[in-house]
């Protein structure tokens, strides 16, 4: 069975940092393409970073390039988001997801972990 | 920067209803669309992915269609289960993803 599940959320003042994790299990990790998604409390779905399977590639939303990097670690089972500089707008809940690949969407989602940027 | 407009954003029915969502693009993108269902406190769940394709479990009364700049998203006869929040997803670059603001569905 498919699990993605995150951590490392909480909160965190406003200009702090923040990494988050998501384990992975039941599929060959280094095989998919990554990414994380958040959502804000009474908002949409805003995507936020993608990695491809050997962590060479990344791509980020325009929000949040150049203060949120995004990583993998294909010998865990585990993808991470890096969050520097946060900003209150940045409070969400983060969800990471698998690519099915072939730009066919995300087939699995972990069960979310809340940010709050907050002073 | 592709942008998705999902229409409408609000939505009341009954059970056994028909109802149609669209989603429009602001550039084409072919068939790289793909359609979630979102209830409240869950992660999302794909429905279609490549604008008709059903994802494997999802029930044979969800269907898409569309392709280039405009898609929809019908559920043939609304079941209970059905009342959530529906979002479009474009994935026709691999550098940026965007979705749609969301189509809230309530039980009239």
């Known amino acids: 069975e498919v699990q993605l599940v995150e951590s490392g959320g909480g909160l965190v003042q406003p200009g702090g940092s923040l990494r988050l994790s998501c384990a992975a299990s039941?599929?060959?990790?280094?095989?998919?393409?990554m990414h994380w998604v958040r959502q804000a409390p009474g908002k949409g779905l805003v995507w936020v970073s993608r990695?491809?399977?050997?962590?060479?590639?990344?791509s980020y939303a325009d929000s949040v390039k150049g203060r949120f990097t995004i990583s993998r670690d294909n010998a865990k089972n585990t993808l991470y988001l890096q969050m520097n500089s946060l900003r209150a707008e940045d409070t969400a809940v983060y969800y990471c997801?698998?690519?099915?690949?072939?730009?066919?969407?995300?087939?699995?989602w972990g069960q979310g972990t809340l940010v709050t940027v907050s002073s | 920067d592709i942008q998705l407009t999902q229409s409408p954003s609000f939505l009341s029915a009954s059970v056994g209803d028909r109802v149609t969502i669209t989603c429009r693009a602001s550039?084409?993108?072919?068939?790289?669309l793909a359609w979630y269902q979102q209830k409240p406190g869950k992660a999302p769940k794909l429905l279609i992915y490549?604008?008709?394709t059903l994802q494997s479990g999802v029930p044979s009364r969800f269907s898409g269609s569309g392709s280039g700049t405009e898609f929809t998203l019908t559920i043939s006869s609304l079941q209970p289960e059905d009342f959530a929040t529906y979002y479009c997803?474009?994935?026709?670059?691999?550098?940026?993803?965007?979705f749609g603001q969301g189509t809230k569905l309530e039980i009239k």
């Open positions: 490549a604008a008709s």
């Open positions: 997801a698998r690519d099915r690949g072939y730009s066919y969407g995300f087939g699995y």
């Open positions: 990695i491809n399977s050997d962590g060479s590639s990344t």
């Open positions: 039941g599929f060959t990790f280094s095989s998919y393409w």
């Open positions: 997803q474009q994935l026709n670059s691999y550098l940026l993803y965007t």
């Open positions: 550039q084409g993108i072919s068939s790289y």
